[in-house]
């Protein structure tokens, strides 16, 4: 028993690298009953993976009285999430499932997402990419309503894309009912009331600045944000505590910056080669959304406003991540976007094996559960 709970982060490396492979050769051959394997290993993985997290156990705390609270929003605008839970606990499921679920919910809505801009195909390979630990971090990990909210985030991106934008706006109103991160993503859908370039880009630079604003005055922020959660929420308390978390900016700055700093680089030396391709390409929205947020994580952390860089600091990262890859394959030819796929997953796997390896030492994750 000791030697298997010692080498389990070893299981978690082992999946992901079985991940790994088969996702490359769902790249070369798209078969697609792979899909069947693949995203219920993501699901597998990621679920697993933090049983015995701190955040999955007040999980759990919930979940073992959902049914004395049944379907009544206790938790006002955040309830949807408490009744989701009353309902798997009436059928007798474990919180790992509804954390599965969520897993390939999510998944299917990055590949909904991504199939505005591109060929079926390569919107499930970006999907794909979100499976990695490198990529899901600690929102595919343990932070179940923030990834069920993003989940309809990027339904809603997906319709908005599209230009259906009544079922944009309705997802993204139901994405509050479960996580007040939603409000971050905005910004982006208020773009829908102005038809120019100029009017959508400025748009999006002033709803972030007031947001930035209301974030400065932690006081309004508050209060701000209790509309959203609820004075009654049973997070409230976790909130508060965000504020005063001093000590945990540092690995978040570890964790973080190096990769942000990365894909900036990247982003930007591309679009320079490119001539600014960006500007002239059709999914030049998705690509300044994703800097603008980037810049308005790095201008919250700068600040040390840390409760609401919280809501989205891997996020910031997907984005970024998926907007560069978007851009590269628009920089190349067609018959060059399988080796860069599998160039870019192949670049992410040992950043995934070393972030499960950093976990399983300094947190209670990765621990298979014998």
């Known amino acids: 028993m000791i030697f298997i709970n010692q080498a389990s982060d070893s ?35 990621f679920s697993f993976s933090s049983l015995f997290f701190y955040d999955t156990r007040n999980y759990e705390r919930v979940y073992n009285l959902a049914d004395q609270i049944s379907l009544e929003p206790v938790m006002e605008q955040e309830g ?11 059928a007798n499921l474990p919180l790992v499932v509804l954390h599965g679920v969520e897993i390939i919910a999510f998944l299917l ?13 390569q919107a499930i390979v970006m999907s794909l990419l979100l499976g990695l630990f490198a990529t899901m971090g600690e929102m595919g990990l343990y932070l179940l309503r923030q990834l069920l909210s993003t989940t309809l985030v990027f339904v809603a991106m997906g319709f908005l894309f599209r230009e259906r934008k009544g079922w ?42 007031v947001l930035f604003l209301v974030a400065y005055n932690s006081n309004f922020g508050t209060a701000i944000l209790n509309v959203f959660t609820g004075q009654d929420s049973l997070y409230t308390s976790k909130y508060d505590q965000y504020s ?10 570890t964790a973080l910056g190096a990769p942000l700093l990365s894909l900036i680089v990247y982003f930007v030396g591309l679009n320079v080669w ?21 810049a308005f994580y790095l201008v919250l952390g700068f600040n040390k406003i840390f409760w609401l860089s919280s809501r989205f600091n891997f996020m910031s990262n997907i984005f970024l991540l998926t907007s560069c890859v978007l851009l590269s394959l628009e920089a190349l030819s067609p018959k060059e976007h399988k080796p860069l796929l599998m160039i870019i997953f192949s670049i992410l796997l040992p950043v995934s094996l070393r972030n499960i390896m950093m976990n399983y030492d300094q947190n209670v994750l990765f621990r298979w559960p014998f």
Request: hydrophobic share 60%; net charge positive.
């Open 168 to 209: 944009a706006l309705f997802f993204l109103v139901i994405s509050f009912f479960f996580h007040s991160s939603s409000f971050v993503y905005i910004p982006l859908f208020l773009t829908i009331f102005t038809p120019t370039r100029t009017g959508k880009i400025l748009v999006i630079l002033i709803s972030y600045l």
């Open 274 to 294: 490119k001539n600014f391709h960006f500007w002239k390409s059709p999914f030049w929205l998705y690509y300044v959304f994703s800097l603008v947020l980037t």
């Open 109 to 121: 809505a990055a590949k909904f997402l991504f199939e505005a801009f591109l060929p079926t195909q």
């Open 11 to 45: 299981v978690f490396m082992g999946l992901e690298f079985l991940y790994f492979l088969l996702a490359l050769i769902y790249i070369l051959s798209p078969f697609r009953f792979l899909l069947f394997i693949l995203y219920p290993l993501a699901a597998t993985k």
């Open 244 to 253: 005063e978390m001093q000590g945990v900016e540092g690995w978040r700055e």
């Open 80 to 90: 949807a999430f408490v009744s989701l839970l009353y309902l798997f606990k009436s």
